[in-house]
């Protein structure tokens, strides 16, 4: 027995079908685990690493964003993780059109709050919307991905 | 979150030349659960950051080497959850953790409690083992 089509591509194909307008002309190249090192690690590590707190012996380093590129850099870091969460919904990267979406409708939200966090300059902000980026990442990869 | 496999060993290297932290990835990953760490040393640095809080400790060896182990624990925001604050730990405080090793058995481990001497008081480190553990027993 053939596998049948995932029912999200079905609702999409029939789409076509029924006479909608011809699906966007897009091309996607790179597959889930190229996504991921090459767009979505690469911005979640700036967006993490712009604000730490570190102690050692010589003292208290506290690291932010110091001026308006610093800041710009982080929130255009966090547009790429937020966008990001839309190419992982486009076929046939989603696994499915349930749970995977939701988890890659966490990460554009999330994405969302630390890039106004960032337009705000707002340091707490971002330290409290990274755990929910971490969180919206582990969810995603214990059920899909989980030993990566 | 960096690339979570091959890419781990270098970064390892790479934290503990440097002190930087690595980022994201999941325990399974990096942790093997079945090679269980009790260390106990002093603290000389901690870092707390997103997506993981990560401190340093020196340890003395039976043979009187120091070795500096890295210990990483969960996001700043999980720390806050278990009931610790950024004063909770301290440079030159005396602990002991109970964890596990990374698989590439380096000096770096994954921090399932750490106990503080002076204290006695025990802290669940938010672990992402930890809190597969806690959600299976709901």
């Given at each position: 027995?053939?596998?049948?089509?995932?029912?999200?591509?079905?609702?999409?194909?029939?789409?076509?079908?029924?006479?909608?307008?011809?699906p966007p002309p897009y091309k996607p190249v790179a597959d889930?685990?190229?996504l991921?090192?090459?767009?979505?690690?690469?911005?979640?590590?700036?967006?993490?690493?712009?604000?730490?707190?570190?102690?050692?012996?010589?003292?208290?380093?506290?690291?932010?964003?110091?001026?308006?590129?610093?800041?710009?850099?982080?929130?255009?870091?966090?547009?790429?993780?937020?966008?990001?969460?839309?190419l992982?919904?486009i076929p046939p990267r989603?696994?499915?059109?349930?749970?995977?979406?939701?988890?890659?409708?966490?990460?554009?939200?999330?994405?969302?709050?630390?890039?106004?966090?960032?337009?705000?300059?707002?340091?707490?902000?971002?330290?409290?919307?990274?755990?929910?980026?971490?969180?919206?990442?582990?969810?995603?990869?214990?059920?899909?991905?989980?030993?990566? | 979150?960096?690339?979570?496999?091959?890419?781990?060993?270098?970064?390892?290297?790479?934290?503990?030349?440097?002190?930087?932290?690595?980022?994201?990835?999941?325990?399974?990953?990096?942790?093997?659960?079945?090679?269980?760490?009790?260390?106990?040393?002093?603290?000389?640095?901690?870092?707390?950051?997103?997506?993981?809080?990560?401190?340093?400790?020196?340890?003395?060896?039976?043979?009187?080497?120091?070795?500096?182990?890295?210990?990483?624990?969960?996001?700043?925001?999980?720390?806050?959850?278990?009931?610790?604050?950024?004063?909770?730990?301290?440079?030159?405080?005396?602990?002991?953790?109970?964890?596990?090793?990374?698989?590439?058995?380096?000096?770096?481990?994954?921090?399932?409690?750490?106990?503080?001497?002076?204290?006695?008081?025990?802290?669940?480190?938010?672990?992402?083992?930890?809190?597969?553990?806690?959600?299976?027993?709901?």
């Amino acid at each position: 027995m053939r596998p049948l089509l995932p029912g999200f591509l079905v609702v999409s194909l029939a789409g076509t079908a029924c006479g909608g307008p011809p699906p966007p002309p897009y091309k996607p190249v790179a597959d889930v685990k190229q996504l991921m090192q090459g767009i979505v690690d690469p911005s979640a590590d700036v967006v993490w690493e712009s604000v730490a707190t570190i102690f050692t012996k010589d003292g208290v380093e506290e690291r932010r964003p110091r001026n308006d590129q610093q800041w710009a850099n982080v929130r255009n870091h966090a547009m790429m993780l937020m966008e990001s969460g839309n190419l992982l919904m486009i076929p046939p990267r989603a696994k499915d059109g349930d749970q995977w979406m939701k988890m890659a409708q966490a990460l554009i939200d999330t994405s969302e709050i630390a890039l106004r966090a960032a337009e705000a300059k707002n340091v707490d902000g971002l330290y409290e919307v990274g755990g929910r980026i971490d969180e919206a990442c582990e969810n995603c990869h214990k059920k899909y991905w989980p030993n990566y | 979150m960096r690339m979570r496999f091959a890419a781990f060993a270098v970064a390892a290297g790479f934290m503990l030349a440097t002190g930087s932290a690595i980022a994201h990835h999941s325990f399974a990953a990096e942790f093997d659960a079945n090679q269980p760490i009790n260390l106990k040393g002093t603290v000389t640095k901690i870092e707390w950051m997103n997506p993981h809080t990560y401190f340093y400790i020196d340890v003395t060896e039976p043979n009187g080497t120091v070795v500096n182990w890295g210990l990483e624990m969960g996001s700043p925001n999980g720390l806050m959850r278990a009931g610790w604050t950024r004063n909770t730990l301290h440079v030159g405080d005396v602990v002991t953790v109970e964890g596990s090793l990374a698989k590439d058995k380096s000096h770096i481990g994954n921090a399932r409690a750490v106990i503080l001497a002076a204290s006695g008081k025990r802290l669940f480190a938010a672990s992402s083992q930890t809190e597969t553990t806690q959600q299976q027993q709901r």
